[in-house]
T-cell receptor
Framework: AQTVTQSQPEMSVQEAETVTLSCTYD???????LFWYKQPPSRQMILVIR??????QNATENRFSVNFQKAAKSFSLKISDSQLGDAAMYFC???????????????FGKGTHLIIQP | DAGITQSPRHKVTETGTPVTLRCHQT?????MYWYRQDPGHGLRLIHY???????DKGEVSDGYSVSRSKTEDFLLTLESATSSQTSVYFC???????????FGPGTRLTVL
């Protein structure tokens, strides 16, 4: 079974600064998908960014970018120019490219609570 | 935002009673999922569906059953609720196998 580890339970950053959230995963598969989701106090799960393992290029979405290191099984999220609205729990998630046996679901890390200091 | 609703949004029930949570989508997506979220565990997959009447178990399926009689609805049933099933339950949908999953607003269930 795959596992996802987020080693930082909480991170704090000053507004307008850059912060990097860490995620590592364990898998024997070669093809898979990785995601970062944001969960603000409203509890809604919001997709931040998605990465396909077969793509070498790191995904970016405006101020959000990832550093995907396939060999190291690392998938960190960088948030540039942090804003107060970025304060939330951030979850890293893994999904197999295969189907069946529960593989269609996402495997989540335990999350990182991001605090933005004004 | 993906058209996903969950009902009820909040529910308090007693141990031993049956509970059914409903997920409704307007996106006509093939895949639907139920997750639970507990402190210190992130989200964990309970059951999922890959088509009408096609379902499979996830990581934490014990004590739960599901049904999907039409594309837009996916029901999660706790036949006899226990205090360990107190949690926040999320429904998610995706168009295809490798597609992004989009989540509903969640249901907070408390079992006394």
């Amino acid at each position: 079974a795959q596992t996802v580890t987020q080693s930082q339970p909480e991170m704090s950053v000053q507004e307008a600064e850059t912060v990097t959230l860490s995620c590592t995963y364990d898998t024997s598969e070669s093809d898979y998908y990785l995601f970062w989701y944001k969960q603000p106090p409203s509890r809604q799960m919001i997709l931040v960014i998605r990465q396909e393992a077969y793509k070498q290029q790191n995904a970016t979405e405006n101020r959000f970018s990832v550093n995907f290191q396939k060999a190291a099984k690392s998938f960190s999220l960088k948030i540039s120019d942090s804003q107060l609205g970025d304060a939330a729990m951030y979850f890293c998630a893994y999904r197999s490219a295969f189907s069946g046996g529960g593989a269609d679901g996402l495997t989540f890390g335990k999350g990182t609570h991001l605090i933005i200091q004004p | 935002d993906a058209g996903i609703t969950q009902s009820p949004r909040h529910k308090v029930t007693e141990t031993g009673t049956p509970v059914t949570l409903r997920c409704h989508q307007t996106e006509n997506h093939r895949y639907m999922y139920w997750y639970r979220q507990d402190p210190g565990h992130g989200l964990r997959l309970i059951h999922y569906s890959y088509g009408v009447k096609d379902t499979d178990k996830g990581e934490v399926s014990d004590g739960y059953s599901v049904s999907r009689s039409k594309t837009e609805d996916f029901l999660l049933t706790l036949e006899s609720a226990t205090s360990s099933q107190t949690s926040v339950y999320f429904c998610a949908i995706s168009a295809g196998q490798g597609d992004t999953q989009y989540f509903g607003p969640g249901t907070r269930l408390t079992v006394l």
